[in-house]
């Protein structure tokens, strides 16, 4: 029976960027009065549709710049569709660029709650369990000291600690096994091990075919923001693969051309893979 954690359907995710870099203000408003706007469309994510299941590990795989990361904001909701739909069900424990929405003016326990909030968690529950969460990521005797004393792989294993405390069920995981030392990366998958063995659902990127094929029944492999194919890691990795090689010996031959325009977002089944 179907029971679906995470359901988007044609999610178009698209951003303004200048035409060219303005070197400063002045630059930019006689840029501004001479040629206008000066900005274009880029679609980080074009027409994605996908399901996850209750208790389905999901794979995301493709290049740098593929919109794995911009996927993964819009389920954490981050991130505002442009077209499109997104539903996640339960609680999410979002493990993407940790360490990034604290404050370094503010002390470890501060940033806990803060952080905690931010996930929609309960401000009086997340401050109880301050101590608790920084006693796991072994950072008890740092928790009141300003997270500027702290380093940026402490902040990340503090961070680490308050999205996967308590009993998430969705898992949104972006290469989490680049968190910390070798013995907290052991730590942290155990915890991860603990919750997906309760039903929670993840969608894990990784660069690391081993962990995708281990931990993974399904990958969508996307490519300039589109799905390009789904399936199985037999099924994918091969074409995946194929792909990389074809783009390293455009790159040492330099045949490839480049688009002359950004496209607008695909259409009915355009992007529903192979």
Same mark, same amino acid.
């Given at each position: 029976m179907?029971d679906p954690?995470?359901?988007?359907?044609?999610?178009?995710?698209?951003f303004r $960027?200048?035409r060219r870099p303005a070197? =400063?203000a002045k630059d930019?408003v @006689?840029?501004?009065l001479r !040629?206008?706007?000066?900005?274009e469309t880029?679609?980080?994510?074009?027409?994605?549709?996908l399901? #996850?299941?209750r208790?389905?590990i $999901?794979?995301?795989v493709g290049?740098?710049? &593929?919109g794995?990361?911009?996927l993964l904001r819009? *389920?954490?909701h981050?991130? %505002?569709?442009?077209?499109?739909? $997104? $539903? #996640?069900?339960?609680?999410v424990?979002p493990?993407?660029t940790?360490?990034?929405?604290?404050?370094p /003016?503010?002390?470890g326990r501060?940033n806990?709650?803060?952080?905690?909030?931010?996930m929609?968690?309960? !401000?009086?529950?997340?401050?109880?369990?301050?101590?608790?969460i &920084?006693?796991?990521?072994?950072? =008890?005797?740092y928790l /009141?000291?300003?997270l500027?004393?702290?380093s940026?792989?402490?902040?990340?294993?503090?961070?680490?600690?308050?999205?996967?405390?308590?009993?998430?069920d969705?898992? *949104?995981m972006d290469e989490? !096994? &680049?968190?910390g /030392?070798a013995a907290f990366r %052991?730590?942290s998958?155990?915890?991860v091990?603990?919750?997906?063995?309760?039903g929670?659902?993840a969608?894990? @990127?990784s660069h690391?075919?081993g962990l995708?094929?281990?931990r993974?029944?399904r990958?969508?492999w996307l490519d300039?923001?589109? #799905?390009?194919?789904?399936?199985?890691?037999?099924e994918?990795a091969?074409?995946?693969?194929?792909?990389?090689?074809r783009h390293r010996?455009v790159?040492?031959?330099?045949d490839?051309?480049?688009? =002359?325009e950004?496209p607008?977002?695909?259409?009915?089944?355009?992007a529903r893979g192979?």
């Amino acid at each position: 029976m179907s029971d679906p954690r995470i359901e988007v359907d044609r999610l178009s995710v698209a951003f303004r $960027v200048p035409r060219r870099p303005a070197r =400063s203000a002045k630059d930019s408003v @006689v840029h501004l009065l001479r !040629h206008g706007r000066g900005t274009e469309t880029i679609w980080a994510i074009r027409d994605v549709s996908l399901t #996850v299941q209750r208790g389905e590990i $999901v794979g995301l795989v493709g290049a740098n710049g &593929a919109g794995k990361s911009t996927l993964l904001r819009c *389920l954490a909701h981050v991130l %505002a569709p442009s077209q499109g739909r $997104v $539903v #996640v069900r339960g609680a999410v424990a979002p493990l993407l660029t940790l360490g990034a929405p604290f404050n370094p /003016d503010l002390t470890g326990r501060e940033n806990v709650i803060r952080f905690g909030a931010l996930m929609g968690r309960d !401000h009086r529950e997340v401050e109880r369990r301050a101590g608790a969460i &920084a006693e796991w990521a072994g950072l =008890s005797e740092y928790l /009141d000291l300003p997270l500027r004393a702290y380093s940026s792989g402490m902040a990340a294993r503090l961070a680490f600690g308050v999205a996967t405390d308590g009993e998430p069920d969705v898992l *949104l995981m972006d290469e989490i !096994h &680049a968190v910390g /030392d070798a013995a907290f990366r %052991a730590h942290s998958f155990e915890r991860v091990e603990r919750i997906l063995a309760r039903g929670a659902s993840a969608i894990l @990127v990784s660069h690391s075919p081993g962990l995708i094929r281990e931990r993974c029944s399904r990958i969508i492999w996307l490519d300039r923001g589109e #799905v390009r194919a789904e399936g199985t890691f037999e099924e994918i990795a091969p074409l995946y693969r194929a792909e990389l090689g074809r783009h390293r010996k455009v790159a040492l031959t330099g045949d490839a051309e480049a688009p =002359s325009e950004v496209p607008e977002p695909p259409r009915g089944d355009a992007a529903r893979g192979l």
